[in-house]
């Protein structure tokens, strides 16, 4: 059952002047021709501004590549999707019976969507600095632990650069076992390395998740093994 959105507007902190806003942002497309797309649009932008502007505040010295690098990590689809699962946003979405009967209050991607549209819908009904409070609530803590200094390849790059360094082959993926339905798969996934006791795992809401967990999970157990020994 749909949660009323005067519930969630309460759990935001947020008590919107025009409550249709909040309604629209809460209205995925598969609803009709009245939906969230436009807000999304707007939040997007919004979002990528505030994101970037705290950014460049916060590392003086960081480049102009070093500050888009870690702005995408900030505004990417997963991280997006993180925050609305931490607002229990699903309970609250408007779909269509389609969506609806698939499980697409789960999906990533409207979860991400319909984020950028309350802020889209925020910025309409107060101005950019109410808006700008929310977003750096929302990601004070993924904003606090960013380091400039930590590489910002990916997983998968940096355990492939780390075992050529060394002159060893490449990691093997495998996958182990995938839970769920189709709309809502977890996938398990085990990392072979040359000079690992054992394989290190990973587990995610998609392959690609999965096996970058796998390859994180793989560099931590190499950085040990080289300590002890």
Not at 27 to 56: M, P, Q, W
Not at 196 to 201: E, G, R, S
Request: aromatic share 6%; net charge neutral.
């Amino acid at each position: 059952m749909i949660k009323p959105a005067s519930e969630l507007s309460r759990r935001i902190g947020h008590s919107f002047t025009d409550t249709s806003l909040f309604e629209l942002a809460l209205t995925h497309r598969s609803c009709g021709k009245k939906n969230n797309e436009r807000l999304e649009f707007l939040g997007d932008s919004i979002l990528n501004f505030v994101i970037a502007d705290d950014l460049y505040q916060r590392f003086p010295k960081a480049k102009e590549g070093e500050l888009s690098r870690l702005r995408a990590r900030m505004v990417k689809g997963v991280t997006l999707s993180e925050v609305a699962r931490e607002l229990d946003l699903g309970d609250y979405l408007r779909l269509g019976s389609g969506e609806l009967k698939s499980g697409g209050y789960r999906r990533d991607s409207i979860l991400a969507d319909a984020v950028e549209a309350i802020i889209g819908a925020i910025y309409l009904d107060t101005d950019m600095d109410t808006a700008r409070g929310f977003i750096l609530s929302w990601f004070k803590e993924r904003l606090d632990k960013l380091d400039l200094n930590e590489s910002m390849k990916d997983s998968k790059t940096r355990l492939q650069e780390f075992l050529q360094s060394r002159r060893l082959s490449l990691p093997e993926y495998e996958l182990i076992n995938v839970e769920g339905e189709a709309h809502a798969q977890t996938f398990y996934i085990q990392c072979s390395v040359d000079g690992l006791k054992q394989a290190a795992k990973g587990v995610g809401s998609s392959r690609r998740q999965a096996e970058q967990e796998a390859a994180k999970n793989a560099l931590i157990l190499l950085q040990v093994e080289k300590k002890n020994g």
